[in-house]
């Protein structure tokens, strides 16, 4: 008697990229190859949201660094590092702002930190601070300079703030870290304000962290829970305390740190940042911090992700997932490349399901706008404009004008039901997908564990919901088979088609790659169901 066909549905995709296992390590829920898609917890992946620019009027320069700006007032702005200068919008076009006719080195960021509703920019410790109040920047001093430190709390000089590389609150003051005092560097030193005057330092209100480690000096500062992180190049400490009496230093780690400022992100999970060469890990105030970049580990260790230009590499917290903007490739200077950490996704005892973008973006921001919307954000390394990201339609609109398609495909572990050296005869399988465009998926498969060889391909065709089948109804027309089944929706929007691939014939095991259309269109495929028949087991 011929045996039965055998059913095996494949409904769950959140497991995310892996580059690290082989064929069969692979998770159930995992690929080993992806991009320009996103994985959706309840089952499935389609092709990434679009982006499109900000501002229609390109900058001066270069947009180097990006941060937000609001006030009790309500005053709520974005603003970018353009050159030497910033600008700032409110959702539209940006306004330029020349504080002075200093120049910083190419390259270098400014970073900026909100307190008592002004915002402090600090220029990479080359040039004194600005404050920033909406409409006016002024120019700070600095107080190793002149020197003018003001050693009596309460009394009042203003204007004054230590030239530094990081700033950050914490414990109601400003801290600043990493800094230069008359012309001197101080790359582990940290210093801090008086309670609640961001423009008023003490002269030995400082810590010097860890000064004896060579080649160690900090990057990044982030509050975190009652305490303040300390990132430094090659290690990471701790600021506890809630005055200069009782401020103390603990040490996370002596072999992990952050490669910059960018680099790190504050979430409701913990504080993510990018060590080299680890990769992305997470503190959660245990007493390590969490390795999270396993699965794409490759990137580093085989060179794709250049160690010379590791001070490109930003993170973001955007829509509840953790963005990584990195340089990719051999002759990559600049982002090239986005890979996303949702921690939500994959099976128990998982940090997490990775996609990846081939956008070029970062730094990078989640910006409430005045009118209480969320746009998340980016810098562009070359057009000179900030990009909206997570944004609705089919192309990308890079400078404005002109669309450009987005290449996006998924690519299936291999299938061998845990039989690895039995054959199957494998029938058709089917896809399911939602149906409100017109265009073709192109479908390539693999046998045998051979990723060099395309066993066939071929498309499934997408069309807009018409005339359909509905359940518990048995009428249909000659262009409704059951063998490319369309049913009804419950509701008007996000249709299901059903559609059947091509037969893959004999293989102890297979593999798929669902392709996007061009022009690129807004696809996704929900659910695959593969079917087999087993074949005897021969000596």
Not at 149 to 161: E, H, K
Not at 239 to 268: H, N, R, W
Not at 436 to 460: H, I, Q
Not at 476 to 483: E, F, G, I, L
Request: glycine share 8%.
């Amino acid at each position: 008697m011929p045996k039965a066909i055998q059913l095996l549905p494949v409904s769950a995709f959140d497991g995310g990229l892996n580059l690290r296992a082989d064929a069969f390590q692979l998770r159930g829920t995992e690929s080993p190859d992806l991009l320009n898609v996103d994985l959706d917890p309840r089952g499935g992946f389609r092709m990434r949201d679009v982006i499109t620019p900000l501002n229609t009027t390109a900058f001066a320069s270069v947009a180097r660094n990006i941060w937000a700006y609001s006030t009790s007032a309500g005053v709520r702005q974005v603003l970018v590092q353009q050159g030497d200068d910033f600008a700032y919008s409110t959702g539209g076009s940006f306004t330029a702002v020349n504080p002075d006719a200093l120049t910083m080195t190419a390259g270098n960021p400014m970073r900026a930190a909100t307190f008592n509703d002004l915002n402090y920019i600090q220029r990479y410790a080359e040039q004194p601070a600005i404050k920033w109040d909406g409409s006016t920047a002024t120019v700070l001093t600095d107080p190793a300079v002149t020197p003018s430190y003001n050693d009596t709390i309460g009394s009042t000089v203003g204007s004054r703030m230590p030239k530094a590389r990081c700033i950050s609150s914490f414990a109601g003051r400003v801290v600043v870290a990493n800094l230069k005092e008359n012309s001197t560097p101080k790359p582990n030193r940290i210093r801090w304000s008086h309670p609640n005057a961001p423009e008023e330092w003490r002269t030995n209100d400082y810590i010097d962290v860890d000064i004896g480690s060579e080649g160690d000096y900090i990057t990044a500062l982030a509050p975190w829970g009652d305490s303040l992180l300390i990132f430094k190049n090659k290690s990471t400490h701790i600021l506890s305390g809630y005055d200069s009496d009782t401020f103390t230093i603990q040490t996370v780690s002596k072999t992990i740190g952050a490669v910059s400022q960018e680099a790190v992100a504050a979430t409701e999970f913990g504080v993510y940042f990018f060590a080299w060469p680890g990769g992305v890990f997470l503190y959660t105030g245990s007493s390590s911090p969490k390795w999270c970049f396993e699965r794409l580990s490759p990137t580093i260790s085989g060179g794709s992700i250049p160690a010379a230009y590791q001070s490109q590499i930003s993170l973001a917290w955007l829509n509840r997932r953790l963005w990584v903007s990195v340089p990719y490739g051999t002759t990559a200077t600049t982002p090239s490349r986005v890979y996303v950490l949702d921690p939500t996704l994959g099976e128990k005892g998982m940090e997490g399901g990775w996609t990846v973008y081939d956008l070029t973006v970062g730094p990078m921001l989640e910006w409430a706008t005045p009118a209480n919307a969320t746009l998340f954000l980016a810098t562009h390394p070359t057009v000179k404009r900030v990009m909206k990201l997570h944004q609705q339609g089919d192309q990308d609109t890079i400078d404005g004008s002109a669309y450009t398609d987005i290449s996006s495909y998924y690519t299936t572990r291999w299938f061998d039901l845990d039989e690895p050296s039995l054959f199957k005869k494998w029938k058709r399988p089917d896809f399911v997908f939602d149906r409100d465009f017109t265009a073709l998926l192109r479908v390539d498969t693999w046998k045998d564990y051979d990723p060099s060889n395309v066993s066939r391909s071929y498309f499934l065709q997408v069309t807009p919901l018409g005339t359909v089948l509905v359940w518990d109804d048995g009428t249909h027309s000659a262009n409704m088979k059951w063998d490319n089944n369309v049913w009804a929706s419950d509701v008007a929007a996000g249709a299901q088609g059903i559609a059947k691939g091509s037969a893959m014939g004999r293989a102890r095991s297979i593999r798929l790659r669902v392709t996007g259309p061009t022009p690129s269109k807004r696809w996704s495929v929900n659910a695959v169901g593969l079917k087999w028949v087993p074949r005897r087991v021969r000596g």
